[in-house]
């Protein structure tokens, strides 16, 4: 399958979680997309552009997350890999994501931080929410990055082969 066969395909597809999808399929599609959302995640990051059309670009980011979460559990399953796979480990780059996002204060700007709990003032150290944070956030890329390779890995492998044997009513892979 060539590039503008497997990125039709593909977009086709967009929504079908189901069935499988070979090796060429996967490849073209990543191969194309990936630098396309990374040339509008560029480019959404320049600070002259308007709110509509941060939208739109937006919306084509979803719309190329999915097709690229469609294509890689459809190679997983073609591969003999559990399907999902790929899916959790994009749910937990969004969660990576939403953790970064909150704010964390360093330790000497926690040490002049107080919060008023019902009428007593209490240091925001003690109430121990900032270190687990930070804590995530440290871990979140050693845990994220390994997954996501091990899934491009697992695109890597061959496809399962039906194997019909004429004397057995059962296909077997």
């Not at 959302?37 to 941060?54: D, E, K, N, Q, T």
């Not at 979460?69 to 959790?88: E, H, I, N, P, Q």
Request: charged share 15%; aromatic share 10%.
């Amino acid at each position: 399958m060539g590039p503008g066969a497997a990125i039709a395909t593909s977009l086709k597809r967009s929504l079908d979680f189901t069935g499988r999808s070979t090796r060429s399929e996967f490849w073209w599609t990543w191969g194309m997309l990936y630098p396309a959302a990374l040339l509008i995640l560029s480019w959404r990051a320049l600070p002259f552009h308007g709110a509509v059309a941060s939208g739109v670009a937006t919306a084509l980011l979803c719309g190329i997350a999915l097709t690229m979460m469609a294509v890689g559990t459809r190679r997983l399953a073609d591969a003999g890999v559990w399907r999902w796979l790929f899916v959790l480990v994009f749910l937990f780059g969004v969660f990576a994501q939403i953790i970064y996002r909150i704010p964390v204060p360093s330790e000497e700007a926690l040490s002049n931080l107080t919060v008023q709990l019902d009428d007593a003032s209490v240091p925001a150290s003690d109430l121990g929410y900032y270190p687990y944070l930070r804590m995530l956030r440290e871990i979140m890329p050693w845990i994220g990055q390994p997954l996501a390779i091990l899934c491009l890995l697992l695109a890597l492998l061959p496809s399962r082969q039906l194997i019909i044997d004429p004397e057995s009513p059962e296909v077997t892979t």
